[in-house]
């Protein structure tokens, strides 16, 4: 990389910062967040996405559980879902929480079952 672009993008990144003091409180995408701690390769096997989300799944499981071991919000989805059908890792932030009507139209909440 030449050294005009290596100092505009660090020109740029110095901009960037100046003008959004805020930065820090962004909200971090889930995915990155795991990334940070153990790389893309902590869900794709050598950092490529499969084509069924199938390793991705045994990823998460393998650090947070079955979806049968957790609480009355997972339990019903056992054999079901994928953990990312609801926590789309590359569309929600750190703290989302997943909704239940993209899905079941009948009102159901996740405080509801959790009471
Ligand atoms: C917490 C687990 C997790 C981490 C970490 C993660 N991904 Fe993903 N990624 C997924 C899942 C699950 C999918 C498939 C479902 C989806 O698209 O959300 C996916 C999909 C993708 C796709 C397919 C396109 C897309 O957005 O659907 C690409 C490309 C990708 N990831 C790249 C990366 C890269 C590069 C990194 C590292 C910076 C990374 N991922 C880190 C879980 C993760
Ligand atoms: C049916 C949708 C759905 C599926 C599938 C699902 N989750 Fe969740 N998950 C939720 C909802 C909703 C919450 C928030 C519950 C609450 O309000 O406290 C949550 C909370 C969590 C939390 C706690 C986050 C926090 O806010 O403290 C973790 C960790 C988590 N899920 C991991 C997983 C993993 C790992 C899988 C797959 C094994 C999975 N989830 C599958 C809907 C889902
Ligand atoms: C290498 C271990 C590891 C893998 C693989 C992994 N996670 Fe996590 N995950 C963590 C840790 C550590 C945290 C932060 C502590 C916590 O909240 O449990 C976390 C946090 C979360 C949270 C809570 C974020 C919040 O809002 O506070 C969700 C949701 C989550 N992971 C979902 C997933 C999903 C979905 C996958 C698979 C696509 C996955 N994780 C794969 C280790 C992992
Ligand atoms: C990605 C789609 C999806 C999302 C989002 C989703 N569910 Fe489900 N849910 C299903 C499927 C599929 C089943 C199994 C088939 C069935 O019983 O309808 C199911 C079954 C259930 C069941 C057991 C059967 C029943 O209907 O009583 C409960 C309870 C449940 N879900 C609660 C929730 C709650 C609460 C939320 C929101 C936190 C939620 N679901 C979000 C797809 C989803």
Known sequence: MSNKILSALFGAGLAALALSPTAMAEPQELAE?????????ACHADGEPSEDGAYEFEQCQSCHGTLAEMDAIHQPHDGNLMCADCHAPHDMSVGEKPTCDSCHDDGRTSEALLK
């Open 33 to 41: 967040m795991h990334a940070e701690m153990d790389g893309c390769e």
